[in-house]
C-alpha cells in the first residue's frame, strides 16, 4: 500500500502544478505572438505580449519557493 504524501510533498506537488498550468498559459501565448508575428500584426502581438512577463514572474516564484522552502533530497 502506498503511503501518504508527506505535507511537504503534497505542497511540491501543489507548486510544481501550478508552474506547470502558467507555463502552458505561457506556451499558448507564446505561439499566438508567432501567429500574429507571421502575419505583420504589430499591435497584436504587443497585446499578446502584454502579460508574458508577470506569467515568467509567477513560475520564478514558484521555483524560488521549492528551492528555498520545499528542496528536494535529490
Known amino acids: 500500500m502506498n ?3 508527506t505535507p ?3 505542497i511540491r506537488e501543489v ?3 501550478n ?5 502552458h498559459q505561457l506556451l499558448k501565448r507564446l505561439g ?3 501567429d500574429h ?7 497584436a502581438v504587443l ?4 502579460g508574458a512577463e508577470t506569467d515568467i514572474a509567477k513560475i520564478r516564484s514558484l ?9 528536494s533530497p535529490k
Open 19 to 23: 508552474a506547470d498550468a502558467v507555463n
Open 47 to 50: 497585446g499578446t505580449l502584454d
Open 3 to 5: 503511503e501518504p504524501p
Open 37 to 43: 508575428l507571421s502575419r505583420h500584426e504589430t499591435l
Open 8 to 10: 511537504e510533498a503534497a
Open 63 to 71: 521555483m524560488l519557493l521549492l528551492r528555498d522552502c520545499f528542496a
Open 32 to 34: 499566438d505572438v508567432a
Open 15 to 17: 507548486l510544481f502544478r
